[in-house]
């Protein structure tokens, strides 16, 4: 039975770890790409991906293999992303698996990140097949990798294979105990249809593409379909297979990982989690654990030209066919015109977007600094509204309670660096929960902070105070009430409503005061004095002033060298590409972040 002969398995790896570099290999090994038609990692395909070396979205394929005991398998692995951002698509891929590999780099070790992936496998369930990569490297470390499998994660260090993926060592070996460790897939064909949503993309010619995991029944072209968590209908017109290119099957039945066509305009009506039922014969419950991916991070992305404004809309538009997690709304800034408030997963996320909006749609643009979502009940009203946006943050008479999400952090940090994690996250508000050995020498030390204290640069200081030798990873708690003001930022006596931020009581005057210092030093200086304020509500909490300018820039050209005055005004004129005016004054793009560096 074809059933039988099915297995369908995860990557887990910490960034850069070789989990890429394993799958090519294997793809190589199993004849589903020749070593001549392989690209150099053809699961990370998106171009800003393999820039970043790093993996995004997801991809799945199919590799046909013939094992050592003569029989024809078919293995699936689902590739997943290894951020934090994108841990919910992480835990869907993970449930249309049976097993996992866990790739470790024999060099590293095991990372908070890698903990956090192996802990939501365990959790499922799922079958674990370490294996120890890079043991080409000459500073490898196989043993000290064994033993933290044991003592962290609980699994015998010897049953994990070792590994290059770089020159193949140990590959068939780890095609071997695919076969032969992990469980094929349950499931029956003549049970309800339930099909699994873990990607889908769109495509121009065919609209959304689809990839699932038939859990139960079966999935035919041709056939009426029904989504379990929004209701909507559609008609199948394609489903297949990825081997690795697009092949068409007539039917994708129990145990199957594969592709759907269903003529869908929106990703939004293919989300990742839902349940494809059929329409005719639907199943009486969607499978479990479904849960709608919500923005955590908000920033307001505006042209730099007031005329890109629509060429903008239209890149928006276009990034979120492929991203159902990307949400923007207009905005309209009283400094910086017309633009839009996006709300993303998480930082990585929203780097992610506005560089492609940059490389891709050639659009420059001015970002404020990221915040995250508050809620505020207000005075005499029930309701609890979201604040998305800063400048939305009603008076403080008009307040009664803000609310701020909650994150726990999982710090795994060397014995020697507990300080200076337990002294960042004091600075950062954290409040400490519990602290535990994982071996002689390092510990896992969890926090409680608040989000939009990590959101900014707390992954940078982290590895700066720690040489690199820390790892995170967290997850969201839910919201707890916290004092916190908002603080405007005036220039020329203007308010500059994109500058105004969210802090917390205790660092609203030191926060001030320091933006309003590295706004002094930012903003070119003109004719005139500008004076830069901090204010909450009405009253300023900081002043500095920027004097003004005594000389015009072409003074030391004595007018004699062209080409250097006109290196000057062309040099010039970039800078300008990033500035907004307001009223009399120019403010340059980094200004608007400048509140992230603060420390
Ligand atoms: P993400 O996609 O970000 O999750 O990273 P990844 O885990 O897929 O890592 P990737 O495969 O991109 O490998 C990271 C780096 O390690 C690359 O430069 C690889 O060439 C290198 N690498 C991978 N496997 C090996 C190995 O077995 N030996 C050596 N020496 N280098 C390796």
Same mark, same amino acid.
């Given at each position: ?9 995860? =990557? ?11 799958? @090519? ?16 990692? !053809? ?34 692995? =689902? ?8 841990? !919910? ?119 959304? =593409?689809?990839? &699932? ?95 890109? #404004? ?12 492929? @991203? ?49 979502? #508050? ?9 609890? =509204? @979201? ?36 002294? &960042? ?6 409040? !400490?929960?519990?602290?535990? #050995? ?8 969890? #926090? ?61 005057? !030191? ?89």
């Amino acid at each position: 039975m074809k059933q039988e002969r099915i297995r369908n398995f995860s =990557i887990i790896a910490h960034i850069d770890h070789g989990k890429s570099t394993l799958a @090519d290999r294997m793809l190589e090994y199993t004849d589903t790409l020749t070593k001549r038609e392989m690209q150099d990692q !053809y699961l990370d395909n998106m171009e800003l991906e393999r820039e970043r070396g790093i993996t995004i979205k997801l991809q799945s394929v199919t590799m046909n293999y013939t094992a050592q005991d003569g029989l024809g398998y078919f293995l699936n692995v =689902i590739d997943t992303p290894g951020h934090v951002d994108f841990n !919910y698509e992480v835990s869907r891929s993970l449930q249309a698996c049976e097993g996992v590999l866990l790739v470790i780099d024999a060099c590293q070790g095991i990372e908070a990140q890698t903990l956090a992936n192996i802990y939501l496998a365990v959790e499922q369930d799922l079958e674990i097949i370490p294996v120890i990569n890079k043991i080409d490297l000459p500073n490898a470390d196989v043993d000290k990798v064994k033993r933290e499998l044991e003592e962290i994660v609980g699994i015998d260090g010897d049953e994990a294979i070792l590994a290059s993926a770089k020159d193949g060592t140990g590959i068939t070996e780890v095609l071997e105990s695919i076969v032969q460790r992990i469980p094929p897939p349950e499931g029956r064909d003549d049970e309800h249809l339930k099909a699994l949503i873990f990607d889908s993309y769109y495509d121009t010619y065919r609209g959304v =593409i689809t990839y &699932l995991k038939v859990v139960s029944g079966s999935l035919t072209s041709n056939m009426k379909i029904e989504m379990m968590q929004t209701g909507k209908k559609f008609d199948v017109s394609e489903v297949g297979i990825l081997n690795p290119t697009p092949k068409k099957v007539d039917a994708l039945t129990a145990g199957d990982v594969g592709f759907m066509a269903a003529s869908i305009k929106d990703v939004k009506d293919s989300r990742v989690g839902d349940t494809i039922t059929s329409a005719d014969k639907p199943a009486p419950e969607p499978l479990p654990g479904y849960k709608q991916v919500k923005p955590m991070v908000y920033c307001g992305l505006f042209p730099t030209e007031g005329e890109d #404004y629509e060429d903008l809309r239209d890149a928006l538009d276009k990034l979120q066919l492929n @991203d159902s997690s990307l949400v923007y709304e207009q905005e309209n800034s009283v400094a910086l015109g017309f633009g839009f408030r996006c709300g993303f997963l998480g930082l990585l996320h929203m780097e992610i977007i506005q560089e492609r909006l940059e490389r891709e749609y050639n659009i420059t643009l001015v970002t404020t600094a990221p915040n995250v979502v #508050y809620r505020v009940k207000k005075v005499d009203e029930e309701e609890i =509204i @979201d604040v998305e946006n800063p400048t939305y943050l009603p008076p403080r008479n008009e307040i009664e309670a803000i609310y701020e999400p909650m994150v726990r952090a999982n710090f795994m940090v060397p014995q020697d660096y507990i300080g200076p994690v337990m002294e &960042l996250c004091q600075e950062k508000r954290g409040i !400490y929960e519990t602290m535990e #050995y994982l071996d002689s020498l390092r510990v896992m030390l969890k #926090y409680k902070l608040p989000l939009s204290e990590i959101v900014y640069d707390f992954f940078d200081l982290l590895k700066s105070r720690t040489r690199g030798y820390a790892s995170f990873d967290y997850e969201l708690l839910g919201y707890e009430e916290a004092k916190l003001v908002k603080v405007d930022i005036l220039v020329n006596k203007e308010p500059v409503d994109a500058l105004s931020f969210i802090v917390h009581e205790d660092k609203a005057y !030191y926060k001030g005061r320091q933006l309003a210092d590295k706004l002094r030093e930012m903003l070119p200086r003109q004719m005139f004095d500008i004076p830069v304020q901090a204010a909450i509500g009405n009253k300023v909490i900081a002043r500095e002033t920027v004097k003004a300018l005594k000389k015009n820039v072409l003074a030391k050209c004595y007018g004699g060298d062209v080409t250097r005055k006109r290196k000057l005004l062309e040099k010039q004129k970039e800078g300008k590409q990033r500035m907004k005016q307001i009223g009399k004054v120019d403010i340059p793009q980094e200004a608007f972040m400048a509140v992230l560096s603060i420390d």
